[in-house]
């Protein structure tokens, strides 16, 4: 009658143990697609003739080397502000732009990159020798709408000229380079790191210099973004120096940026291949030494994202580790009070099992009584001391002057001693009716 059941039971036994097996592939394999699959992220990094397109196609070609989950798509763009609308529209994931205080709260800072320079190129006959004299020229400005368009105007409004002084031609890189070897433009006005390709093709392939934006200071008082910042003397060109000496100017750092949303294990890795990889990324393209951390004990222009912060943070102290001394002193002194109130408890133990020893005493003594009493009379008498005995011993408990231990050792001796009255009791009656 049972077989039925068993087989029942085998089954179901063999469906929950499929299901366990089943539920198990499941979990391991949702937990190896989660973290093991690929991730995809595009970086807005400006022309394709920028500083910025090509770190970011170097880092994008060894983080597929690195981190081969990672997968960096590099975006061709029209510049910054392009590079930003696209992020802020979650069109892409990270961007390189120059530091700039509109941003989304959800931005996030990655890196610093490196510095973007003013310069200003100018032809060797222009007469062009300080920014006041840009008045009446024709000078290549980058197209409407871009960071380096705003910083022109910028630096036109600082030095009291006004934009019909200026006979600006707004005009792409190469368009620009082309404009100037054709004596079409005066001067040529980039925001570009020192040693730019395209400028190095200007002063090498015609007589031209470039002359010093000297007001860094005074310019960084209104805009606090801007830096001073020096074109080193020959980095153009080292015979016949150009420019001739350090030549001061104003920059800008260029950051690489996120939304707080983009994968932060992502963020982590990109972060740790522009630092542990340095020295790739500088043999492919030497402006890769000046990619620096932000400083966390300066005010940081944006908060930094989680991936990266987690990398930063990766050597830092741990709370216990930078308070150490702190912590050894607390630890001292939690010693010893929880020391201090072992040694109470203790002693508060060992009053209460004094006081029930006390009560055991008294109740042996009783009993000595119980065993010399010869009359009723006073066999109650030690009754009535008895029972105010033991209210004594539950008023004690109550109030733990004892413990529950101490009182079954009590109520023990309490019980045999009214036993032995007991006993005793019936003794004397007895002999009272032999008398009779």
């Given amino acids: 009658m049972f077989q039925p059941f068993k087989i029942a039971l085998l089954r179901n036994k063999e469906f929950w143990l499929l299901i366990t097996i089943f539920s198990l592939i499941l979990f391991f394999g949702f937990h190896t697609f989660v973290n093991f699959r690929p991730i995809y992220l595009t970086i807005a990094a400006g022309p394709s003739t920028a500083e910025s397109f090509e770190l970011s196609q170097v880092i994008a070609e060894q983080l597929s080397i690195y981190s081969p989950r990672i997968k960096l ?6 510049g910054s502000e392009e590079n930003l609308e696209l992020l802020q529209q979650r069109k892409v994931q990270l961007a390189s732009v120059p530091v700039s205080g509109d941003l989304n709260p959800s931005i996030r800072l990655v890196s610093f990159l490196f510095d973007d320079v003013f ?4 032809a060797e006959n222009s007469g062009i020798e300080t920014i006041a004299d840009l008045k009446g020229k024709r000078i290549a400005i980058p197209e409407p709408e871009t960071d380096a368009d705003e910083f022109f105007w910028i630096l036109v409004k600082h030095y009291r000229l006004s934009p019909e002084d200026i006979k600006e031609v707004s005009l792409s890189g190469t368009d620009a380079n082309a404009a100037f070897l054709n004596n079409q433009v005066d001067a040529v006005f980039r925001v570009r790191p020192s040693g730019n390709k395209l400028i190095q093709e200007l002063v090498q392939q015609k007589q031209a210099r470039i002359i010093a934006v000297d007001q860094a200071a005074a310019l960084k008082v209104q805009y606090p973004k801007f830096k001073s910042a020096l074109i080193p003397k020959g980095v153009y060109q080292g015979n016949s120096p150009i420019p001739q000496r350090d030549l001061p100017t104003v920059s800008v750092d260029r950051i690489l940026i996120s939304d707080e949303r983009v994968n932060n294990d992502a963020i982590y890795e990109i972060t740790r291949l522009l630092y542990e990889q340095r020295q790739f990324l500088t043999s492919r393209m030497p402006l890769s030494n000046e990619i620096n951390p932000p400083d966390q004990t300066k005010g940081l222009i944006l908060p930094i994202h989680a991936g990266a912060a987690k ?3 990766r050597e830092k102290p741990s709370f216990l580790s930078e308070n150490a001394d702190l912590v050894a ?12 109130l072992w040694r109470l408890k203790q002693k508060f133990a060992s009053v209460q099992k004094n006081r029930s020893d006390r009560y055991n005493r008294e109740f042996l003594r009783l009993i000595e009584q119980i065993k010399r009493c010869e009359n009723l009379d006073s066999l109650n008498k030690i009754r009535d001391t008895l029972y105010q ?3 004594v011993v539950i008023d004690a408990f109550d109030r733990d002057l004892i413990t529950s231990e101490s009182l079954q050792s009590v109520r023990f001796a309490w019980e045999a001693t009214l036993y032995a009255l007991q006993d005793q009791e019936s003794y004397l009656l007895r002999q009272l009716k032999k008398d009779r």
């Fill in 389 to 391: 005995e033991f209210a």
């Fill in 119 to 122: 310069q200003i190129v100018v």
């Fill in 311 to 313: 990398y930063y943070d």
């Fill in 73 to 78: 798509r590099v975006l061709d763009t029209k």
């Fill in 329 to 340: 002193l607390i630890l001292t002194v939690v010693a010893g009070v929880l020391s201090w």
